[in-house]
């Protein structure tokens, strides 16, 4: 099994935008492709990406807003209490499996099982496991 961590909060993918000289992609999904890369080729030097049908498991951990009082904080740190703002979970899916074509596997169209969890926590992060289906 392959697991990581992109540090730094979780982002959807952004639409592509139409300027005058055809349609582009946003700076911010560039740049949050670029660093899920360079994360994943950093942690896995020399990697031949998988083969076959994959299983992704994408865990997108949002800190708790420094607004909320310290009781409201504990008990959304202490509990499973889901974070139900955006970005939707099928974005955050796009940007990270986008992003990890030709590195971590050949293309995504091979991820066969797909699990997206939003959750607060310290930190916030992108957690990717990444399992070959036997």
Not at 74 to 82: G, M, P, Q
Request: hydrophobic content about 35%; cysteine-free; overall charge positive.
């Amino acid at each position: 099994m392959i697991k990581f961590e992109v540090i730094g909060k979780p982002m959807g993918k952004q639409r592509p935008r139409l300027g005058k000289y055809g349609a582009y992609t946003p700076t911010k999904t560039l740049n949050y492709e670029t660093l899920t890369k360079w994360t994943f080729a950093n942690e896995f030097k020399g990697f031949d990406p998988l083969e076959g049908r994959i299983e992704a498991n994408i865990t997108a951990v949002f800190e708790v807003p420094k607004s909320y009082s310290k009781k409201k904080r504990a008990e959304l740190l202490a509990t499973e209490h889901s974070y139900i703002h955006k970005p939707d979970a099928d974005n955050i899916a796009k940007i990270v499996l986008d992003s990890l074509n030709g590195l971590a596997y050949k293309d995504d169209s091979q991820v066969t099982k797909l699990t997206v969890i939003k959750e607060y926590g310290e930190q916030a992060k992108v957690i990717v496991e990444l399992d070959k289906i036997f």
